[in-house]
C-alpha cells in the first residue's frame, strides 16, 4: 500500500472501556482454541503434539479443567481467527514455538466465567483477550487483501491520508478493487501494474512514500523499494510467498534506503501493558466511530476446525476463518 500524507496530532487517546482488553493470562496458556463446556471442570483444546501439516497434526480433544486458584482467571472463549502466524507456528516454522503438546491459536476474544481470590481486575461477565501469543508520513503495503492490509486502508482513511495499494493479480481483481475502494483506498495495483512506466502517472500527485509495509517478500519487494523516497524504510511484517526479500544493491546504495523487520509478539515484549492497552483502545475508539470494521469472515463451529485450516491455506482468500465455541 502507498500512503502520502502528513501524520500530525491524529494519534488520540481512546476512552477506557472497562473490562473488555484487561490482560488475560493463566500460568502462560494461550487461550484462543478454549471453549468451556457445559460442566465447567471440562474444557475442548485444539491440541497438537507434532509439528507438521495443521490438518493432520491439530485434534480437538476433551481435557480436564483445574479449580480456580490464587491469580488463576477461567475464561470462556467466544471465537477466534485463524491467522497466517497460527499455521506457521503449527508448521513449526514461526519465530515462537510453545512446548508441545500445545494449543493452536493466539487470538480471540473471550468472556471470563470465575476468577481465583487475589484477582482484583477481573470478574466474571468481562470480555476478555490473549495479551502474549505461545505508522508513518508515507507508506507502501503490498497483500493489501490481508486482514491487516484492510485494516491499514480503514486507518489511513481516518487519518485523511491517500492510499495506493498492491495486491496480487487473480481471477476477482475487479471485485477486490471495488471492495478495498469501498474501504478508503484511494488506488489499487496489482504487482505486474506497479512495474509499468504508465504507473509513474499515479505517483507525479504524491509525495514519494518513506515507508513501505511488506507481508509477501519475494521479488515484489523490490518493486515496492523502486518507489521509497532516498532515505526510505521498507518494514518486512510476513512473508506470504514464502521468498526472501529481493533488494536490489544499487538501491540501496544510491537511494540510501533501509530494511527493517516487525513482529507484534517482540513489540508488545518491548512496550508495557499499559502502552499496548491504549493501542488496543485506540482502534477500538476507531471501531466505534465506525473508521475501522472487521475484513470479511466466515463463522466456522469448533467442531469444523479442519474445514477453517484447509480453507485458511488456500491461496486469494478473502474472507477470514473465525472458529465460533
Known sequence: MLVSGLLTGARARAPVLAGLLETWLRRGRTASSYSASSEPS???????????????????KNLELTAVEGSDVHVRMLAAPVNPSDINMIQGNYGLLPKLPAVGGNEGVGQVVAVGSSVSRLKPGDWVIPATAGLGDSVIQNASNSGVGQAVIQIASALRLKTINVVRDRPDIQKL???LKNLGADYVLTEEELR????????????????????????????????????????????????????????????????????LSQWKKNHSSDEFKELILTLC???????????????????????????SMKPFVSSKQILTM
Open 42 to 60: 471440562k474444557v475442548r483444546a485444539l491440541i497438537y503434539g507434532n509439528h507438521g501439516d495443521p490438518a493432520k497434526v491439530i485434534q480437538l
Open 196 to 263: 509499468i512506466p504508465e504507473t509513474k502517472t499515479i505517483f507525479k500527485d504524491l509525495p514519494l512514500p518513506r515507508l513501505a509495509l511488506n507481508c509477501v517478500g519475494g521479488k515484489s519487494s523490490t518493486e515496492l523499494l523502486r518507489h521509497l523516497a532516498p532515505g526510505g524504510t521498507m518494514v518486512t511484517y510476513g512473508g506470504m510467498a514464502k521468498q526472501p526479500v529481493t533488494a536490489s544493491v544499487s538501491l540501496l546504495i544510491f537511494k540510501d534506503l533501509r530494511l527493517r523487520g516487525f513482529w
Open 285 to 311: 475508539d476507531l471501531i466505534r466511530h465506525g473508521q475501522l470494521t472487521a475484513p470479511a469472515c466466515s463463522e466456522v463451529p469448533l467442531q469444523d476446525y479442519q474445514q477453517a485450516l484447509e480453507a
Open 177 to 179: 478493487t471495488d471492495r
